[in-house]
């Protein structure tokens, strides 16, 4: 598998790299014993470690549901979490008007899937000479992800990836399509597989989205298999009382099972290559 690396210190498509972090900045405490914990483990394993948190979720299901701190909150944590433990954060904005403040603290800049063909919105965040990390919309086929990645490059920035998140297929339930991955890295960037959103159910719960942890293992490994340059979890001390996204999140012991297991197939797949 062709090396793709986007960045010296952030060596994603280089090393192994493990996106991770809650759903949602719930509050400092949570944050810190995620990034602690995922620290520990990446030191163990072998891995690069970006921590992810989101300072507002702005599409949740229902107006009444948690969204996070704020603005200001939520990027006041982040900061935090990048200074005392030194380590590059990954955050989402939702609007053109968030990203230079953002992009003071946040070393990958993310764009929501539901976001990912908002023109001013990328060329924004290309603007701003961060990674852009682009989530591939659930409505979209991989090949048309490449109009995305190419309103960032207008921008004059090159560092840009994409994540398969899951496809919409019928109401409340969203399917992988393995070939995604391959397709979207022949463009010529580094692929994240998100395996946690893929297993939710938008949604499915009424007013709030559900989800099929126990489907996230096992999609992992095949997208390891398939070829991916990192991967994407939600990661919380207790899922079933996350504020967001508790359904499809995993916990210390889960999240630790699943990045052995895919990153042992990544190697594997990186040696075969070599070949």
């Known amino acids: 598998m062709k090396k793709i690396c986007l960045d ?6 280089e090393e192994f790299t493990v996106i991770a972090g809650p759903c949602v900045a719930e509050n400092r405490e949570i944050c810190f014993a995620v990034a602690e ?5 990446s030191e163990k394993l072998g891995f690069q470690y970006v921590f992810k948190a989101s300072f507002d979720k702005a599409n949740r299901t229902s107006v009444k549901s948690f969204r996070g701190l704020g603005f200001e909150g939520g990027l006041e944590i982040l900061a935090e979490i990048k200074d005392k433990c030194d380590l590059p954060v990954l955050t989402d904005v939702h609007d053109a008007s968030q990203v230079n403040k953002t992009a003071e603290i946040a070393d990958i800049i993310q764009i929501p899937a539901f976001l990912c063909r908002q023109t001013d919105l990328l060329i924004e965040a ?7 990390n682009i989530k591939k919309g659930q409505f979209m086929a991989p090949e048309d992800m490449l109009g995305a990645v190419e309103k960032v490059r207008s921008a004059g920035n090159k560092r840009v990836m994409l994540t398969e998140r899951g496809t919409s297929f019928g109401y409340h339930n969203l399917v992988v399509d393995m070939r995604g991955l391959v397709i979207m890295r022949e463009m010529g960037v580094p692929v994240v597989f998100d395996a946690t959103h893929s297993v939710q159910l938008p949604g499915g719960l009424g007013t709030a ?5 126990h489907f996230v293992r096992p999609l992992a490994r095949a997208a390891a298999a398939v070829g991916i340059d990192a991967l994407f979890l939600e990661v919380h001390p207790n899922p079933d009382k996350a504020l967001s996204d508790g359904p499809n999140s995993l916990d210390f012991k889960d999240a630790e ?6 990153k042992e197939i990544y190697d594997l797949t990186r040696k075969s290559s070599k070949n």
């Open 257 to 262: 099972a699943a990045i052995k297991e895919v």
């Open 209 to 213: 989205s559900g989800g099929q942890r």
């Open 126 to 132: 290309g603007k701003s000479g961060r990674i852009v």
């Open 37 to 41: 914990f995922m620290m520990k483990i």
């Open 8 to 13: 010296d210190e952030i060596r994603i498509g």
